[in-house]
């Protein structure tokens, strides 16, 4: 079940080491991120989890269809373009699309994934609006979502005043967000 696969998710992207040396967003989201939801994928045969293929022509073979078949290809360009018919949320003029998907037979899950520098203590106020604005509109469409964000430096504790309520209303969203510290460049 989708439910069963994102706690598991989120418990492995909690105990697993944040890699050194990561320059990008994209390198958090293919040296850390998928790497995890891939082997946590492997134990849940009954979800899909679909990703952004990262340039990548490797398709799953010999079709694109249901979520065990032998030769799904993790990437597949096909997949994720097919993915966006029900992965993504379009409102307002704008269309979402989120850096991981996943479904079983009745539910979806999607996660947003953030990489953001703490520079004097603070997070950018933009990149953090836009990751927490992601995560609501994904709310709005799928079963769960994951907020994986994240940062390099330690968080001024006077900016936290806050955070339980903000926790407490994600949850009531079905919105379970991650903060990690991340080594420094």
Known sequence: MISDFAVALIAAF???????NLQT????EREFAIPVASRIAQQHPDVSLFIHPWSSK??????????????????????WKDSKEWGTVAAFGTKHT????????????????????????????GDMQRFFG???LAAAKHHEVIGLCGHRGILNKKFETDRK?????????NIRLLFLQAPER
């Open 134 to 136: 992601q995560c609501a």
């Open 25 to 28: 967003e994209g390198a958090f």
């Open 14 to 20: 909690g105990r697993e080491p944040v890699p050194r």
């Open 98 to 125: 989120f850096d991981m998907v996943a479904k079983d037979t009745l539910k979806t899950l999607a996660v947003e994934i953030k990489l953001v520098d703490a520079r004097g203590s603070r997070m950018p106020n």
């Open 58 to 79: 490797k398709c799953c073979s010999p079709a694109c269809q249901g979520p065990r078949i032998a030769g799904r290809v993790l990437g597949c360009p096909k997949c």
């Open 165 to 173: 309520e903000v926790e407490n209303w994600s949850k009531k969203q």
